[in-house]
């Protein structure tokens, strides 16, 4: 079993239960941080890709905060050889699947105890990052990184404005306008059962 790290759509269970064909009962969940990266904007896309922070700081063209140069995300625990084969034709060629240590921000609970909700997935008033210090030990696991530079906007992309205009279109019956092969995941998850 492999644990990955989501910072963009798949953050939403709703968006990866629809890439990985299942309910996940069996993965366990929890808001975890990547530093030293950060998260922008793809052109004309809703969604992000990240970039090591030297990259990004050179993009954005000034010094980043702790908070913009860490990667706030989820860490999902328990994927199997088929939702990483699936997530990776999702990602396409747009990304490279790399190992990372990422850090927990709370104990892993399961997929079903996780809140799916729109609202409830944008907290309030998200709490600051701790000092790196205070953070517990990191844990491995792997993510996307986005590979096409130069399609990546200065600025950093926002869950929550996501969440509030876009994943509807992601985890409903209608397809996003984005380049998502949906088609190609259902064709290698029939083909897989």
């Known amino acids: ?33 990547l530093l030293d ?15 090591p922070y030297e990259q990004g700081r050179i993009l954005c063209e000034r ?26 034709i999702f990602e396409g060629s747009e990304y490279v ?7 927990p921000l709370s104990p892993l609970v399961k997929l079903s105890e996780y809140p799916v909700d729109d609202k409830a997935l944008i907290p309030s ?16 696991a792997e993510t996307y990184v986005y590979d096409l530079y130069k399609r990546l906007e200065p600025e950093l992309w926002s869950f929550e ?6 994943a509807w279109k992601w985890y409903g019956d209608q397809q996003p306008d984005e380049d998502v092969r949906w088609a190609e ?7 897989q059962a």
């Open 125 to 140: 008033k998200p709490p600051s990052l701790p000092a790196r210090s205070e953070l517990g030990p990191p844990i491995k």
């Open 97 to 103: 699947r790399k190992g990372i240590d990422v850090h």
């Open 185 to 191: 995941l259902e064709e290698v998850s029939a083909a």
């Open 1 to 33: 079993m492999a644990s990955a790290f989501f910072y963009g759509t798949l953050m939403h269970p709703k968006v990866l239960q629809r890439v990985i064909k299942h309910e996940g009962a069996e993965l366990e969940i929890c808001p975890a941080v």
């Open 63 to 88: 010094e980043l905060e702790l908070e913009e140069k860490s990667v706030r995300g989820t860490l999902v625990a328990g994927l199997s050889e088929k939702d990483i084969k699936l997530l990776d």
């Open 37 to 51: 990266y950060t998260r922008h904007k793809v052109k004309r896309a809703e969604y992000p890709g990240i970039i």
């Open 161 to 166: 404005e996501f969440v509030q205009n876009n």
